[in-house]
């Protein structure tokens, strides 16, 4: 069974671009969850999507947006990068979002390392 | 809100020797909490996890934690340390119906 594919694995952007990360979560997961991992802040849940619907969203800027595809695969952007955009990016799949069985643990892929210059 | 602290930022070891990562998570009705393992440039993996029932957890890679509700931890141990298991870990705590919360991590590292 494939993991949680997370696509680019590395990308170089300079201040006010804008980058779109792509997640394919594991064959038959419909929640896909995102968090931003950085050295003083630690992981941060950025979003989280159920059947192609917005279930919870972190206290990020609305520069960072994300959605989710009828296929369960799931985008994040974030417009007019900053340089404290720099981060670990990491999506993570489960089956659903209850957190009660625990059959329905968060995977996780290997993660979007973007760095804004 | 749920919040998590991980009390040592690093923690050095020498090999075979054992070892504990203390975490503590701030109290509500229900909690569910998790063990994660992060390798460098790679994503996190799940250790071990409480859901209920028995207090002492066993996870993969002979790593064991016990939940003990009237101190709110979840302390993570194994009795013996390998290279391979210079890592950070990462506790995290759910009610259930919320995203996970993770504490800012622990890095371990096995010294020969």
């Known amino acids: 069974k494939a993991g949680v594919t997370q696509t680019p694995r590395y990308l170089i952007k300079t201040r006010g671009q804008q980058v779109t990360l792509s997640c394919s979560p594991i064959?038959?997961?419909?929640?896909v969850s995102w968090y931003q991992q950085t050295p003083g802040q630690g992981l941060q849940f950025l979003f989280e999507y159920f059947s192609e619907t917005q279930r919870n969203k972190g206290n990020f800027p609305g520069r960072f947006s994300g959605r989710q595809f009828s296929n369960s695969r799931s985008e994040m952007n974030v417009s007019t990068l900053e340089l404290g955009d720099s981060a670990l990016y990491l999506c993570a799949s489960s089956l659903t979002p209850d957190r009660h069985s625990g059959a329905n643990v968060l995977t996780f892929g290997a993660g979007s390392r973007l760095t804004v210059l | 809100a749920q919040s998590v602290t991980q009390l040592d930022s690093q923690v050095p070891v020498f090999e075979e020797a054992p070892v504990e990562l203390r975490c503590n998570y701030s109290s509500s009705v229900s909690v569910y909490l998790f063990w994660y393992v992060q390798y460098p440039n790679q994503g996190l993996q799940l250790l071990l996890k409480?859901?209920?029932?028995?207090?002492l957890v066993k996870g993969i890679n002979g790593f064991e934690a016990e939940f003990n509700k009237s101190q709110t931890s979840f302390h993570l141990r194994k009795p013996s340390v390998h290279i391979s298991d210079t890592a950070e870990y990462f506790c995290?705590?759910?009610?259930?119906?919320?995203?996970?919360?993770f504490g800012k991590g622990t890095r371990l590292s096995v010294i020969a």
């Open positions: 064959s038959g997961h419909r929640s």
């Open positions: 409480y859901l209920s029932g028995s207090t």
């Open positions: 995290a705590v759910s009610d259930g119906n919320t995203p996970l919360v």
